[in-house]
């Protein structure tokens, strides 16, 4: 293909905008042109350059039109140039670009989109004003319907690529252990949302200056610059009421924000979290020295500006980092805790604690476990990776027992008093790594019906795994933030006699790029 001019300053997310006919240009990128000086970008870069990047098909600085065949697992187009792959922030799947290549590896590279010649008909004008400088959502300018596609398509792809397993084409429907066979792997449709936005229920919102006022936001990609902000539209409504008001507050008492760089200033950080059932709000305020002052405004100020408000917390970070939390907090007002439930199970919710951020989703993807575990009241069940006994206390309610395993002490605490809290007797947690607890429980006696797994992105420690297929359960419930190690680990299963019955992608983030799944497998004899 033929290369084309560059058009010069093209940077950031480019994700065409506008009102799409045929052909889009790129949101804030100024000189769209198809044509221009290619000169100077190619040239210096070229003398620089190491000798096999002449060699490549595509060159730095030059434009050329790309095939946009797929989507990364950073949310760029995957574009294809002469058989090169590049990665194109804001492309589409579908669609054919114009684009100009910024930097290169020997077997891909990156480039900007300059202008979308062909668009695709999934392509929408994002809804948030800030999109293109926010890095929290990477998909708002596809339709929710074809991101859904797009996240189940990618675990497809994971499962056939890492995990060389076969899916079946179209998702059937049918007893949960029908796929249990050699036949193939069921992938459900990702189960969405029906209304995808103002479903995070918890903020933490970093503070600063601009021209002597304060402003609370987000940090501009790759950056620590903050950028202000009104409003976030994947956040629920009340977090930011509370982050307006605190602004507000902030400006009348005349509070510094903390400069990190001059390691001075009071507010750091607002951190709000919203109980989705109960209404109750815990608002903290994160800062750069022990004492807040007029603290009573402070606390008025904030009662006044939401009636859910339950808490008010003051956490104390005095160190020089981008850690948000220090060590202590103190309660300014109200309770420790506020409270909320994932289906009938109570959770009480610290300052500090994890509490899944989309409550509604979580009760899909627990919902889902529960299905695959299919739990009749008598079964032995290990959760492992439970964090604060949330999967754990909801499987609970129909199990004889559950032990439940987390490598972080304090989240083992929390899982212990929420089952107090609930006045579940019939669960066990233990602290530690789950690769070395499972098999101690083992040499105890404790033979599992049901393993659910739900470990962080990098996937089950392989000690784990070998003690799994040890211990034989009849079933493994995997959920899996990532794609691509669940992919690894369900290869391992399967080569150790279970089979991938099915798989269900569900939606926890929309319009990022991430997917969570929730897989079956059953052991075949
Ligand atoms: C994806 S989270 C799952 C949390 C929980 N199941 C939930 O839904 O809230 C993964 C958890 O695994 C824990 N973890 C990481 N490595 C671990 C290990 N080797 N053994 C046990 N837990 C571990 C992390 O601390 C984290 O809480």
């Known amino acids: 293909m033929r290369a084309k001019g560059s058009s010069g300053s093209v940077s950031g997310k480019h994700r065409g905008t506008g009102d799409f006919g045929k052909t889009a240009k790129t949101g804030n990128s100024g000189r769209t042109g198809r044509t221009g000086n290619s000169g100077k970008i190619g040239n210096s870069v070229a003398k620089s350059a190491p000798a096999w990047m002449a060699d490549l098909p595509v060159q730095i600085g030059q434009q050329y039109e790309a095939e946009i065949i797929g989507i990364s697992h950073d949310g760029e187009g995957v574009g294809r140039v002469n058989g090169f792959t590049l990665f194109v922030a804001g492309a589409l799947p579908g669609e054919r670009a114009l684009v100009r290549v910024e930097h290169l590896k020997k077997q891909y590279g990156y480039a900007a989109l300059v202008e979308v010649l062909e668009v695709s008909p999934d392509r929408i004008v994002p809804d948030c004003g800030i999109y293109e400088e926010c890095g929290g959502c990477q ?271 304090e989240a083992i605490a929390d899982a212990r008093k929420n089952a107090e809290l609930n006045g579940m007797t019939n669960v066990h947690f233990e602290a530690g790594p789950a690769e070395v607890v499972l098999p101690e429980w083992t040499r105890q006696g404790v033979r599992p019906d049901v393993i659910v797994v739900d470990p962080p992105r990098k996937g089950c420690d392989p000690a784990l795994l070998a003690t799994i297929l040890e211990l034989q359960p009849r079933r493994v419930v995997y959920v899996s933030c990532s794609a691509s190690t669940l992919a690894r680990d369900l290869r391992v299963l399967v080569d150790g006699g279970y089979g991938v019955a099915e798989v269900t992608p569900v939606d926890m983030f929309p319009h990022t790029i991430h997917v969570e799944c929730c897989s079956l497998l059953v052991r075949k004899n």
């Open 139 to 409: 998909l708002q300018h596809l339709s929710y319907d074809a991101q859904l596609r797009v996240k189940r398509q990618q675990v497809v792809d994971n499962l056939q690529r890492i995990g060389k397993l076969q899916v079946v084409g179209e998702p059937t429907i049918g007893h949960p252990d029908a796929g249990a066979s050699d036949e193939g792997i069921v992938v459900h449709p990702t189960l969405g949302m029906a209304d995808p936005w103002r479903y995070r229920n918890k903020a933490q919102v970093p503070f600063g200056e601009e021209q002597g006022g304060l402003i609370g936001g987000f940090y501009a990609q790759g950056s620590h610059r903050i950028i202000n902000m009104d409003e976030c539209l994947i956040q629920h409504e009340s977090n930011d009421e509370v982050v307006a008001r605190v602004k507000e507050i902030g400006a009348r008492l005349g509070i510094r924000a903390y400069n990190e760089e001059r390691n001075d200033g009071l507010l750091r950080h607002v951190v709000v979290k919203v109980g989705f059932r109960t209404g109750e709000i815990m608002v903290v305020l994160v800062t750069n020295g022990t004492e807040i002052p007029r603290v009573a405004e402070w606390v008025a100020g904030i009662r006044a500006a939401l009636p859910g408000v339950k808490s008010i917390c003051h956490n104390i970070n005095v160190k020089q980092t981008n850690v948000i939390f220090g060590d202590e907090t103190r309660v300014l007002w109200g309770s420790e805790v506020i409270y909320d439930y994932i289906g009938d199970v109570k959770f009480a919710i610290s300052a500090r604690s994890f509490y899944q951020v989309n409550p509604v989703q979580t009760e899909v993807l627990y919902g889902k476990a529960l299905e695959y575990a299919a739990l009749t009241g008598g079964e032995t069940v290990v959760d492992a990776y439970c964090g604060i006994g949330t999967i754990s206390l909801f499987l609970a309610q129909k199990a004889g027992q559950v032990y439940g395993v987390e490598i972080v002490e």
